[in-house]
């Protein structure tokens, strides 16, 4: 158990650039999860995945935000045209799926996007 | 919808004294509630969790937490702190949308620093 892996750990880019974030979940596990946490606030969740399904979106994830975990496996965060409010640490996590809500939800380091 | 506050932003104890992070949710049914740790570089570990059965819950590092529905409350308690427990603690309560269990709805944080 390697734990969840997030690539790359940090991203400067500029405003109005595409940006891709890669999650490498618990092998074996089911569900992932992105959230989004800004400096002094709590993680909030984004979107999340049971096998390569996409089964919710959050409000917070506009039309410029797509996600897709195309083999059950790995997962992209992709943002199109940046925009300096996207800074922010973005959070993987991932789970078994097999207790529903009581999962433990298993955390990778973050990507840390700066958006100049 | 489900939402978790934490009324203390900051709280400062010496080393060896006790602890209580507070933490309320707000949700309708019996929630499942999370306490995470996160510290400088860290991803987000795992303190304890609650789904059922006993209110009083051990966890690691010699936390424990306690469930009581009356007051909606889910506070942390540790009863001797050391300096390596310097950190940001996050409560969380599962969210649900019409799907079931999907991602965790966190609480803004309580940054922990220890006085020698």
């Known amino acids: 158990d390697t734990g969840v892996s997030q690539d790359p750990r940090h991203k400067i880019t500029k405003r109005g650039q595409n940006v891709t974030f890669r999650c490498d979940p618990i092998?074996?596990?089911?569900?992932l999860y992105w959230y989004r946490q800004t400096l002094g606030q709590g993680p909030e969740f984004l979107t999340y995945?049971?096998?390569?399904?996409?089964?919710?979106k959050s409000r917070l994830l506009s039309d410029r935000f797509s996600a897709e975990r195309p083999k059950g496996s790995f997962s992209t965060l992709e943002i199109q045209r940046t925009e300096q409010g996207d800074s922010a640490m973005y959070l993987c996590?991932?789970?078994?799926?097999?207790?529903?809500?009581?999962?433990?939800?298993?955390f990778g380091p973050g990507t840390r996007l700066t958006v100049l | 919808a489900q939402s978790v506050t934490q009324p203390d932003i900051h709280i400062t104890v010496s080393e060896g004294a006790s602890l209580e992070l507070r933490c309320n949710y707000s949700?309708?049914?019996?929630?499942?509630l999370f306490w995470y740790v996160q510290s400088p570089g860290q991803g987000l570990q795992l303190l304890l969790k609650?789904?059922?059965?006993?209110?009083l819950v051990q966890g690691i590092k010699g936390f424990e937490a306690e469930f009581k529905r009356s007051q909606s409350s889910f506070n942390l308690r540790k009863p001797s702190v050391h300096w390596s427990d310097a950190a940001e603690y996050f409560c969380?309560?599962?969210?649900?949308?019409?799907?079931?269990?999907?991602?965790?709805?966190f609480g803004k944080g309580t940054h922990l620093i220890i006085q020698p």
């Open positions: 996590a991932s789970s078994s799926g097999l207790a529903g809500g009581s999962d433990t939800q298993y």
């Open positions: 092998s074996e596990h089911n569900r």
């Open positions: 995945f049971q096998n390569e399904a996409q089964l919710e």
């Open positions: 949700y309708g049914a019996t929630p499942y």
């Open positions: 609650y789904f059922s059965g006993d209110t």
């Open positions: 969380a309560v599962v969210h649900y949308s019409g799907g079931g269990a999907d991602g965790l709805t």
